[in-house]
């Protein structure tokens, strides 16, 4: 099997394990309410989850990773999810949920 169709199954594995959204997008595979994106899957096979400036401060530091980009673009928010991390999609889910809980609590765009 294909790098990022593997890759593609952990997102939606991820994705599936939170009942409260779905994921969208065909090409670009995402997730958002609110009006707000919350977590994308790159072309290069990365995935991103958005939270607070002070919440993504902190969690790059204790996931030790790095900002996550998009197309060679910073994408404002996001955390690069670590692949060490995927190996456990119960953890990463609680994250995620996080993520939706926090774009839920902004202004609806």
């Keep these: 099997m294909e790098l990022r169709e593997e890759k593609l199954q952990i997102y939606d594995a991820l994705v599936a394990k939170c009942s409260r959204f779905k994921r969208k997008g065909k090409t ?10 919350f977590s994308l899957f790159n072309k290069a096979n990365e995935i991103g989850i958005r939270f607070s400036n002070e919440t993504q401060k902190k969690y790059i530091s ?3 990773t790095t900002i996550y980009k998009s197309y060679n673009a910073v994408m404002k928010g996001y955390v690069l ?24 609590s902004l202004p609806p765009k």
């Design 28 to 37: 670009m595979p995402y997730t958002s309410a609110n009006g707000y994106m």
């Design 62 to 64: 204790e996931f030790n």
């Design 81 to 104: 999810i670590p692949e060490e991390m995927l190996k456990d999609l119960d953890v990463v889910a609680k994250y995620l949920n996080e993520s939706y809980d926090y774009v839920m």
